[in-house]
């Protein structure tokens, strides 16, 4: 089966050939996937980047981009950079100072809680991106804590989504999502 995204059929491939399967990992019955390989190859992350940026420019003007810790930093890093706007750390609790506003969410496999900033969002159009949308409980609880934030989410971009979790289902319409690679 040739590898599909959201930014063709090309950029898919890119990524689906870069990515490492590491089994039962962070605990049994997971498969991680790693998107290091991708990341040390710079060309391929350049591409990769290159694709996120041209759907950056078709929602509706970007002032920042939101990362989602750890890997999503990564990613919203190099693209802040490269779309010349603010960055904003989306982090698991109690890793910023206060002030921030924290909010719960499901994994696939446990909870967790992050938090924002309190005070740099506000009034901001905001791209959030992270490595994988997976049950889509990460981005939906960043999306929140955003709009609780004073931001307006405008779009979400991934470099790999798990279709068969249905986390873009569970997302709704409320800003468009991309992801470069969807299994």
């Given amino acids: 089966m040739r590898p599909d995204g959201d930014a063709g059929a090309e ?25 290091a390989p991708l990341l040390a190859d710079g ?17 509706d003007a970007v002032d920042v981009v939101a990362g ?22 989306v982090r698991k609790a109690g890793k910023l100072p206060p002030p921030t506003i924290r909010r ?30 997976a049950t889509g409980g990460t981005m939906l609880a960043a999306a929140g804590l955003i709009a609780e934030a004073g931001g307006t989410v405008t779009g979400l971009a991934v470099l790999l989504e798990l279709g068969f979790l249905n986390g873009r289902e569970r997302l709704g319409t ?3 999502v991309h992801a470069l690679l969807r299994i």
Avoid: N, W
Avoid at 16 to 35: C, E, M, S, T, Y
Avoid at 68 to 89: I, K, N, S, T
Avoid at 107 to 125: C, D, F, N, W
């Fill in 104 to 133: 719960g969410y499901e994994l696939e496999y446990g909870t967790a809680e992050i938090e924002v900033p309190v005070g740099l969002l506000s009034g901001k159009r905001v791209l959030l991106v992270d490595d994988v949308l």
């Fill in 174 to 176: 409320a800003a468009p």
């Fill in 11 to 35: 950029v898919a491939g890119l990524v689906h050939a870069l990515l490492r399967d590491v089994p039962d990992f962070p605990q049994p019955g997971i498969v991680f996937k790693d998107i």
């Fill in 43 to 59: 060309a391929a992350f350049g591409a990769a980047m290159a694709a996120l940026a041209t759907f950056a420019a078709g929602v």
């Fill in 68 to 89: 989602v810790e750890a890997r999503g930093f990564v990613v919203a890093g190099a693209l802040a950079h490269r779309l010349g706007c603010g960055l904003v750390p």
